[in-house]
C-alpha cells in the first residue's frame, strides 16, 4: 500500500515531463501514454483489491506525520473513483490518438493529458483541504490548455468564459481553506473532522455552504453551471469527452467527500434536495431547447449532477450507494455519448441536428453505439442507468422524500424526451449530403477511423457489464456509503496509526 | 495592523470584484489577480497576530513565532495565481489576434436565442441553420 499509493499521482507526472521531452516522436509519446495510464489502471485495480479487503491504506507524503503533513488517503470512495476514472482517461487517450482533429494539437496534447490524469487521482487521494485544491488546479490547468489547444477564435472565446469562472472559483477556494484554517487551525480533513463540531455553528454552517460554493462550481449544480455548456462543446471531441465523464465528477466526489466527513448532517438535507430537484428540471430544460448533439449532451451532464445530489442529499446509506453507483455508470455512459458525438461530426461533417439526417442509413455502426447509451442515459431497463435511478428512487422513498422524487421521474422523461429529439434529427430520415468536414478529408469523412469506433464500442459494452454486473458494483457501492456515513473510520485510519 | 491587513483584504475583493464585472478582458484579468491577492493576504492573516517573528529563535518560546503553515500554503497559492494569470493574459492576447478587440463577445448561442426571442411575434422565423 505505502509503495502503491502515491504512484496513481507520481506516473504520470512524471511520464507528463517525459512526453514533453519526446515532442517530436509522436509514436513514442502515443505509446509512453498508454503505458502510462494502463499502469496506473493497474495501480488502482490493486488499490481497489487491497482497500477491499484491509481497510483505509494512508501514505504521509515526505514523512510528515498527520495532522501536520500531507496525507494520502485510499477509502473505498476514493479507490472507487480512481478506477473508473482512469479506465475513462485510457479508453478516451486510444480515441484522441484514432481522431484527425487532434492530430495536429497532439505534441501537446499527451503531456497535458498526463498532467490532467495526475491532478484527477490527486483529488481523489488527497486527505488534505490544500491539497485538495493544489489537485483541482493541476486537473485545471491542464484542462484550460486542453480546452483551447487550437486556439481558434469559438475555442478562446467560450474557453475564457471557462477560465475565468474556474479562477473566480479557486480564489473562493482559498479563501474558504484561509477561513477554514483560522476558525480551527487544521487543513487535514481527517482532522478537521474533529475540530469543527466543537465551533459555533453558524460559523460551521457558513464554511459549510462555503465550500458547497466552491466545488459546486466545478460540479455545475444549479445555480452555478452557466459555463459548462458554453464551453465543453467547442473543444475537440476526446477532449470534451473526458471532461464531461470526469472534470465535474471531480466536483461532486469533493461534495461527497466534505459534506459527509466534515459537515455531517442528521437526516436528509432540505438544501441538497432543493438544489438536486432544480439542477436537475433546469437541465433538462436546457438540453430541449438545444439544437446541438453537443450542447444538448452538455446540458444532460447538469442535469444528471442533480441525481447525485439528490443521492447525497438524502443522507443516508442507501441514498449515497444509490450516488456512487450513479456517478460511475454517468461516467461511463457521459463519456461514450460524447465520444459518439465525436463520431457523428465524423462521419457527417456537423453536430448541428437542423443539418443531419438519416445516419442509421449511412453509418449503422454509430446509430448502435449512439442508442444503447442515450437509452441508457434516461434510464430505461435493463440498461445501468435503469439499475442507477431504481436505487436513487427506493432510497428516496425509504425516507419519505416523495416530491423530489417525483422530479426526478420526470426529468427522466424529459431525458428521453431530448434524446428521441436526437435520434429523429441525425438518425432517421432520407441520408442528407454530406458536408465538407472541418476535420477529415474526402472518403475518410464516410468513415471513422476504426481506433475511434473500437474505443466507443469498449466503453458500450463497459456500460452493459455495469448493467447486467451491477449487484457487485452496488454492494462496493454500499460498502462505500456505509463508510462515508461513519466517518470514524476515516478519522481514526488517519489520525490513530 | 491586523484591522488594517483585514480591511486590505476586503479592499481588494471588492475591487476585484467590481473589475471583474467589466467587459474588457484586461479589467477581468487584473480584478482576478487582485481578488488572488486578497485571498492570499486573507490566508497570511489565518496564522495569527501581524507582527510575530517570522521564525522561532533559540531563546523565545515557540509560541511567539508566526505559524509558518498559511505561509506554506499563501505561497503555494501565490505560484497557482501567478501561472494562471499568465496563461489568461496569453489567451486575451489570442483573444485580441481574432477579434482586434479587447471586449468580452457574447457567446453565439446565446444571441441566437436572444434573437429568437425577439423575433417571437414575426410569424415566418426561421430559428435553425
Avoid at chain 1, 502503491?4 to 502515443?30: E, K
Avoid at chain 1, 430505461?380 to 422524500?401: E, H, R, T, Y
Avoid at chain 2, 491587513?5 to 476586503?10: E, F, H, S
Wanted: glycine fraction near 10%; charged fraction near 10%; charge should be negative.
Amino acid at each position: 500500500m505505502r509503495v502503491l499509493l502515491p504512484l496513481p499521482v507520481v506516473l504520470p507526472l512524471l511520464a507528463a515531463g517525459a512526453s514533453l521531452a519526446l515532442h517530436r516522436h509522436r509514436w513514442l509519446q502515443r505509446a509512453l501514454g498508454l503505458l502510462t495510464l494502463t499502469a496506473v489502471l493497474g495501480v488502482s485495480i490493486a488499490l481497489l483489491l487491497e482497500v477491499r479487503a484491509d481497510g483505509i491504506g494512508v501514505v504521509d507524503v515526505g514523512g510528515w506525520e498527520a495532522p501536520i503533513g500531507i496525507t494520502l488517503v485510499a477509502d473505498l470512495l476514493a479507490v472507487i473513483m480512481l478506477a473508473i476514472a482512469t479506465a475513462m482517461l485510457l479508453v478516451v487517450l486510444v480515441y484522441a490518438i484514432g481522431h484527425p482533429a487532434t492530430e495536429d494539437t497532439r505534441r501537446f496534447f499527451h503531456p497535458t493529458y498526463l498532467v490532467l490524469a495526475a491532478g484527477v487521482s490527486l483529488a481523489f487521494l488527497t486527505g488534505d483541504l490544500f491539497n485538495l485544491f493544489v489537485a483541482f488546479e493541476i486537473m485545471l490547468i491542464a484542462s484550460y490548455v486542453l480546452i483551447t489547444l487550437g486556439g481558434s477564435e469559438p475555442q478562446v472565446r467560450s474557453g475564457m468564459t471557462y477560465v475565468v469562472f474556474s479562477l473566480l472559483s479557486s480564489t473562493l477556494f482559498v479563501t474558504a481553506v484561509g477561513l477554514v484554517y483560522a476558525a480551527t487551525g487544521t487543513v487535514n480533513l481527517a482532522d478537521l473532522a474533529g475540530r469543527l463540531d466543537g465551533i459555533d455553528p453558524a460559523i460551521r454552517n457558513a464554511l459549510g455552504l462555503m465550500l458547497l460554493v466552491v466545488f459546486g462550481v466545478k460540479a455545475a449544480i444549479f445555480p452555478l453551471f452557466s459555463w459548462l455548456p458554453d464551453s465543453y462543446p467547442t473543444a475537440p471531441s476526446p477532449v470534451t469527452a473526458i471532461f464531461a465523464g470526469l472534470l465535474t465528477k471531480v466536483g461532486v466526489y469533493a461534495i461527497i467527500r466534505t459534506q459527509t466527513l466534515l459537515f455531517p448532517a442528521d437526516g436528509a438535507s432540505e438544501v441538497l434536495l432543493a438544489i438536486a430537484a432544480l439542477t436537475m428540471v433546469v437541465g433538462v430544460l436546457g438540453a430541449i431547447a438545444q439544437n446541438d448533439v453537443k450542447r444538448i449532451l452538455s446540458f444532460h451532464i447538469v442535469s444528471q449532477i442533480g441525481y447525485m445530489i439528490l443521492g447525497l442529499g438524502l443522507f443516508s446509506v442507501a441514498g449515497i450507494a444509490g450516488a456512487i453507483f450513479y456517478i460511475v455508470h454517468h461516467i461511463v455512459v457521459k463519456t461514450t455519448l460524447f465520444l459518439v458525438s465525436g463520431l457523428i461530426e465524423v462521419s457527417a461533417g456537423t453536430g448541428a441536428l437542423s443539418r443531419l439526417s438519416g445516419l442509421t442509413r449511412r453509418a449503422p455502426v454509430v446509430a448502435v453505439l449512439f442508442a444503447l447509451p442515450a437509452l441508457s442515459l434516461a434510464g430505461i431497463p435493463p440498461f445501468s442507468g435503469f439499475v442507477a435511478k431504481l436505487a436513487l428512487v427506493q432510497a428516496g422513498l425509504d425516507i419519505d422524500q416523495g416530491l423530489v422524487i417525483g422530479v426526478s421521474l420526470l426529468v427522466s422523461l424529459l431525458t428521453l424526451f431530448s434524446m428521441t429529439k436526437i435520434w429523429a434529427g441525425a438518425f432517421w430520415g432520407a441520408p442528407s449530403e454530406v458536408e465538407a468536414p472541418d476535420d477529415a478529408g474526402g472518403d475518410r469523412a464516410l468513415r471513422p477511423p476504426p481506433l475511434m469506433v473500437g474505443a466507443t464500442a469498449a466503453l458500450v459494452l463497459t456500460s452493459l457489464v455495469i448493467a447486467f454486473g451491477a449487484a457487485p458494483l452496488y454492494d462496493l457501492s454500499h460498502d462505500a456509503a456505509t463508510a462515508l456515513m461513519a466517518p470514524d473510520g476515516y478519522v481514526g485510519a488517519v489520525l490513530d496509526r | 495592523m491586523t484591522v488594517t491587513l483585514a480591511l486590505t483584504v476586503g479592499a481588494l475583493f471588492a475591487f476585484g470584484t467590481y473589475l471583474l464585472l467589466q467587459r474588457t478582458l484586461t479589467r477581468v484579468v487584473i480584478g482576478l489577480g487582485l481578488m488572488g491577492h486578497g485571498a492570499n493576504l486573507l490566508l497570511l492573516l489565518a496564522g495569527g497576530r501581524a507582527g510575530d517573528a517570522p521564525f522561532v529563535s533559540d531563546d523565545g518560546p515557540p509560541a511567539a513565532a508566526a505559524d509558518p503553515l498559511p505561509q506554506a500554503l499563501a505561497l503555494t497559492a501565490i505560484v497557482i495565481t501567478f501561472g494562471v494569470t499568465a496563461f489568461l493574459l496569453a489567451l486575451a492576447y489570442r483573444s485580441w489576434q481574432h477579434t482586434h478587440d479587447d471586449d468580452v463577445e457574447d457567446d453565439p448561442e446565446d444571441r441566437r436565442i436572444a434573437a429568437l426571442a425577439s423575433e417571437e411575434h414575426t410569424p415566418a422565423r426561421q430559428g435553425e441553420s
